[in-house]
């Protein structure tokens, strides 16, 4: 009977001080870093279309990982636009996205951005002049395209959570 005892109080002993996963709420709007692994312009993407993205730090709730860095994401590109001759800038529109957190579920998060290329205005005032003096030479510089808009892979995107949800982390 005192074995039985002592085999009973050194498992109960046990399950109370063995570590136990405790769910944990994610707020709307939390903040969850993200970042490009390559540089995207408005030549390569396509209006509707997404671009892979990671997760640039790890994201703690409560002491808690919910979001580890390296882990996948993506950005929807609403709107491209290639840039255009006379020096005309290549424009991108971002907005919206997911994040996956440790568990692998999927998480809605909130970006938008507008990004535009640099425009070129001396092909335009070359042009210009070339058409008061000499047409045919000076209009050429009309065939130079404006700068692409591009995300950088250097810089972090700032986005947040769109809902509310209960994390629990799966034991491993």
């Known amino acids: 009977m005192k074995r039985f005892f002592t085999i009973f109080c050194l ?4 399950g109370v ?22 540089k995207y312009t408005s030549k390569t993407v396509t209006s509707g279309g997404s ?6 730090e ?10 580890k860095k390296g882990d996948k994401a993506a950005l929807n590109i ?5 840039a255009g001759f006379v020096g005309i800038p290549g424009e991108m ?17 909130d970006f938008n951005q507008q990004l535009t290329g640099d425009e070129k205005t001396w092909p335009k005032v070359c042009l ?15 065939l130079v395209k404006g700068g692409q808009a591009e995300i950088n892979p ?8 769109t809902t509310t949800f209960n994390f629990q982390p799966s034991k491993l």
């Open 11 to 14: 498992i109960s002993f046990i």
């Open 78 to 82: 609403l709107s491209a636009k290639k």
């Open 128 to 142: 210009a002049c070339g058409v008061f003096i000499i047409l045919a030479p000076i209009a050429l510089f009309g």
């Open 93 to 109: 529109v971002i907005s919206g996205g997911k994040v996956f957190d440790i568990n692998g579920d999927e998480h809605r998060i």
């Open 17 to 38: 001080f063995s570590p136990v996963s405790a769910a944990v709420q994610v707020p709307a709007n939390l903040s969850v870093p993200i970042n490009v692994s390559q």
């Open 58 to 67: 790890d994201v703690y709730v409560n002491n808690i990982l919910v979001f």
């Open 154 to 161: 250097i810089n972090n995107i700032d986005s947040r959570i």
């Open 51 to 56: 671009v892979n993205a990671q997760i640039a």
